[in-house]
Nanobody
Framework: VQLQAFGGGLVQAGGSLRLSCAAS????????MGWFRQAPGKEREFVAT????????RYADSVKGRFSISRDNAKNTVYLQMNSLKPEDTAVYYC????????????????WGRGTQVTVSS
């Protein structure tokens, strides 16, 4: 199983980025997918999750209204559109997969990607 996240970079506050996570080696269309992030010196935290059919999405309060999670099962890819970025969004962003339901809990996820760095300058 491989999850490859990409699309991170350096952006000014107020800007936008779109992260992608390409999955292989698993039944992607039956997986709930999640995005998490980890800033230096902090624990990994939940950002967003989406179920297998895209009918259910959940967001952390800190990103609600600014970030949007989506997926394309034909491409085995999940996306995170990030708008109105703030310096406090700076972190390494990870995608993760689990079977069945969505979850905001790190330990519920079985597979993890390596992460992509997002840096927001003020």
């Amino acid at each position: 199983v491989q999850l490859q996240a990409f699309g991170g970079g350096l952006v000014q506050a107020g800007g936008s980025l779109r992260l992608s996570c390409a999955a292989s080696g698993l039944a992607f269309s039956s997986q709930a997918m999640g995005w998490f992030r980890q800033a230096p010196g902090k624990e990994r935290e939940f950002v967003a999750t989406i179920n297998w059919s895209s009918s259910v999405t959940r967001y952390a309060d800190s990103v609600k209204g600014r970030f949007s999670i989506s997926r394309d099962n034909a491409k085995n890819t999940v996306y995170l559109q990030m708008n109105s970025l703030k310096p406090e969004d700076t972190a390494v962003y990870y995608c993760a997969a689990r079977t069945f339901r969505t979850s905001s809990t790190t330990n519920d996820y079985t597979y993890w990607g390596r992460g992509t760095q997002v840096t927001v300058s003020s």
